[in-house]
């Protein structure tokens, strides 16, 4: 079976700093990426994914992820966090054509 | 967009009685998901359908019964709850099966077994 291991459990960051939240997975056979964010009292919603093509895929709203078959990782980037972007960040593999295995998320504080 | 509705956002039971968590999905989607999400165990996946009346057990199935009687509702039924089931429960859907498809989540039903 697939896992994903999400490095930080927290990270915190001042206003317009840049940040990364880690992501690396095992797998042996190609992989679909996603990352999903759960803003606080809400659902998970799908913030960017990588299926095929160019390793670098970007979100609306300023986040970029790339995927790296050699480290088997998909780290999610911002150049500049706004406190908007508080908020817990699940990083998933596709397993199957119905599963989803998720991280255990990474708590991203952006304080003032 | 599509639009994934829990029935509940916060329900408490007692222990030992029969729970239904519904959940609703507008946009005719093949396959429904039941999660459970628990601090530092992030999402984990208790049943899924793929169709009317079909369902497979996912990674933590035990205690949990499913129902699937149409297309747009899907149902989590805990038979005699316990309080080791207090947590936050997570409906999904997607367009068809394929590991390219996203899923896509309601805003969840926090459950407190008392």
């Known amino acids: 079976a697939q896992s994903v291991t999400q490095l930080d459990s927290q990270v915190p960051v001042f206003e317009e700093a840049p940040v990364e939240l880690r992501c690396n997975y095992s797998s042996s056979v190609s992989v679909y990426l996603f990352w999903y964010v759960q803003y606080p009292n809400q659902g998970l919603q799908l913030l960017l994914k990588y299926l095929s093509g160019s390793t670098l895929v970007e979100s609306i709203n300023g986040f970029e992820a790339e995927f790296n078959k050699s480290q088997t990782s998909f780290h999610l980037r911002k150049p500049s966090v706004h406190i908007s972007d508080t908020a817990e960040y699940f990083c998933?593999?596709?397993?199957?054509?119905?599963?989803?295995?998720f991280g255990k998320g990474t708590l991203l504080t952006v304080n003032p | 967009d599509v639009k994934v509705t829990q029935s509940s956002r916060y329900l408490v039971k007692r222990t030992g009685e029969k729970v239904f968590l519904e959940c609703v999905q507008d946009m005719d989607h093949e396959n429904m998901f039941w999660y459970r999400q628990d601090p530092g165990l992030g999402l984990r996946l208790i049943y899924f359908s793929y169709d009317v009346k079909m369902k497979e057990k996912g990674d933590i199935p035990e205690g949990y019964s499913v129902s699937r009687e149409k297309k747009e509702r899907f149902s989590l039924i805990l038979e005699s709850a316990s309080t080791n089931q207090t947590s936050m429960y997570l409906c999904a859907s997607s367009l068809t099966g394929g590991r390219h498809q996203p899923q896509h989540f309601g805003d969840g039903t926090r459950l407190s077994i008392l």
């Open positions: 998933a593999v596709s397993e199957s054509n119905y599963k989803l295995t």
